[in-house]
Each structure stands twice: as C-alpha cells, then as structure tokens.
C-alpha cells in the first residue's frame, strides 16, 4: 500500500536521526515522535554542553536489571540478601517485595491507586531494616558481596561526564548509602556527582536507627525535587536537561528544575513490555526496550558534547 505523507516524514526523520547517532538504529530503540527527538537534540547542540545537566535514576536506570537471565539486585535487594539482616528479615522483605513490586509494574493501575500502596511498602521494609541494628562499617561489605552491576558503557557513561564537567545527579527512591557505595566501589563517583535518595541515619555507635528526612519513593520524585531548589539554583545556567529513568514515576525528577528550555528523556522499559510500551512511548522520548547497556545515553551524550 502506498505510504501517507506522514508515515514516509517519519520514516525519513528516522532515517536521518540514525545517521546523526546510528546507536539509535538499534533493535532496542523505540520513538513516538524522531522528529522531535532531532529539534531537541538540534536545539541542544545549538545550546552547548555547558548548559546541560543530566538527571537520572539509580536502580535499574544505572544498574541492570537482569544479568544471563536473572534479576539484579535493587539498593533495597543489596541489603535484603545480605547477611547485615537476620533469616526471618529476609523472609519478610522477600514477601514484601513480592506482594509489592507486581504492584509497582502494574499498568491496568492508576498512579493514584499506586501510590499509597507504595509508600507502606517502603515504610514496612525501612522499619524492618531499623530492627536490625545494622551496622555501617558492614555496607561495603554487603555491596561488594552483592550481585548489583552497573549497566554495560558506565565507565564512559561517568567518566565522560566529569570530564566535561557536566553534573549528573542520581535521584534515587533506594538507599543513598548503599547507591554510593556502588558506584563507590566502581571507581565512578567523581566530583560532579550529586546524590539525592533515602539516607540511613545511624547513632554515635555506627548503628542504623532511622533513615533521614522525607520519605523518597517511586511516586514522589516531584516532592523530593521541589525540596532541593539549592541545587536547581545553583545549575539555573545549565537549562537543558537529559534525563533518565525506567519508571514513569521518574519523568518528575526534573520538575524542580530552573527556567528548562529543552528536556530529553530516555526511559529503560526492562519488565511488562507489551503492556506498558503505549504509556512509556507517550512519556519518555527515547524508550529503550530490555536494553541492558548505556550505549544509547552515551551515543546521545557524545552527540551532545561533540565527540564521535
Ligand atoms: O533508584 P530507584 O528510584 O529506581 O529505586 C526504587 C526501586 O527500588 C523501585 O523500582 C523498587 O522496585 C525498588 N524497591 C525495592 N525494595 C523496597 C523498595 C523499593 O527493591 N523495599
Ligand atoms: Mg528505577
């Protein structure tokens, strides 16, 4: 059949995003809209590297979601299988996670009905993890003995961005001390990096008696933007934002942002993807589709900052 003016556009606009960036071409890559993808990447290239920032999430964002067929671990997953909590603890985390998690990726749900539900979620696992006294000195441990991996291309991811002094911010609903650790123990948490997530608070003996401040999870990333406008002000001059996430919860991570002129996002759909390939492709620009490596944000970002 004859193509529409408008199917042959897009085809085309495609095409000529493919050979701007041809990481785009790959199976994995899914776009709503190409040609808007080429006006922002356009009008960010006209903008220059140093009015961008790059916004992104932590779990299953920065770190894989599943490795030769089995899942990674979440901050959360780090502690739940470590030997820092008690047999029965872990019993009762794994139980949360099951019951809660189907709720998480559930798309016949509204947000609304999400939200509550998830915040005991994370209520009942933190003060679970309080009643285990655990213990600081032991976190490295528990993440060096963890099967987390950062996604494939995050030494360039990182390492590119320090180098051109672009600030990344990790806005994460897991656990702020356990997420530094990672990329800690990767050799990637360089100066241009900020951390916004749940912190543990311990007492004077290195003991975990409560997590800090306000509460941060999957459906309050707006919030927790909204809270931190010291950041924001001090990056007003950078108004171009990349951002990315693996939940829609996500895509408000930069609403705390200050006079945004373009914003790019780039969405991992890793689990339920035919159910929910409709809402992620109507809210992320980019959406990567059980995709396990950084090749894309990091061909965006070399796009971006002028190298090949
Ligand atoms: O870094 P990010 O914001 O993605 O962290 C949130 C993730 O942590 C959620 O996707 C959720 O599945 C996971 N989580 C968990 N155990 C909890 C609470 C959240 O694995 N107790
Ligand atoms: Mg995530």
């Not at 739940?80 to 798309?107: F, G, M, R």
């Not at 213990?135 to 991996?149: F, G, T």
Request: aromatic share 6%; charged share 25%.
């Amino acid at each position: 059949p004859a193509l529409t003016a408008y199917t042959t556009n897009v085809i085309l606009t495609a095409a000529s995003l493919c050979l701007l960036i041809p990481e785009l071409s790959n199976p994995s890559v899914c776009m709503k809209d190409p040609q808007r993808v080429q006006d922002i990447l356009h009008s960010m290239v006209k903008a220059g590297s140093n009015t961008l920032q790059v916004i992104s999430d932590f779990d299953m964002t920065l770190t894989r979601f599943s490795h030769n067929g089995k899942r990674c671990p979440t901050c959360h997953n780090i502690l739940d299988n470590s030997k820092v909590i008690s047999a029965d603890c872990k019993q009762q985390l794994d139980h949360l996670l099951h019951t809660y998690y189907p709720i998480e990726i559930d798309s016949s749900r509204s947000v609304e009905e999400k939200l509550p539900l998830m915040v005991e979620w994370w209520t009942k696992a933190h003060d679970l993890l309080v009643e285990q006294k655990i213990r600081k000195d032991l976190l490295a441990e528990a993440v060096s003995e963890s099967e987390v991996m950062l996604r494939e291309g995050f030494q360039l991811f990182f390492d590119h961005l320090h180098e051109h002094s672009i600030p990344l911010l990790i806005f994460s609903a897991g656990i702020g001390d356990i997420l530094e650790e990672v990329i800690r123990q990767a050799g990637v948490f360089h100066s241009n990096v900020n951390v916004f997530s749940n912190y543990m608070d311990f007492d004077e003996s290195g003991v975990l008696r409560a997590f800090k401040g306000e509460l941060i999870h999957i459906y309050n990333k707006r919030e927790g933007a909204l809270l931190n406008t010291g950041h924001f002000q001090e990056l007003r001059t950078r108004p171009n934002v990349l951002l990315m996430g693996d939940s829609l919860g996500d895509l408000s991570m930069a609403d705390g942002v200050q006079d945004m002129e373009n914003i790019l996002k780039i969405g991992f759909l890793n689990d339920k993807v035919e159910e929910r390939k409709r809402s992620y492709l109507d809210s992320y620009d980019i959406v990567l589709i059980k995709d396990e490596t950084l090749e894309v944000p990091n061909a965006v970002l070399m796009h971006l900052t002028g190298n090949k």
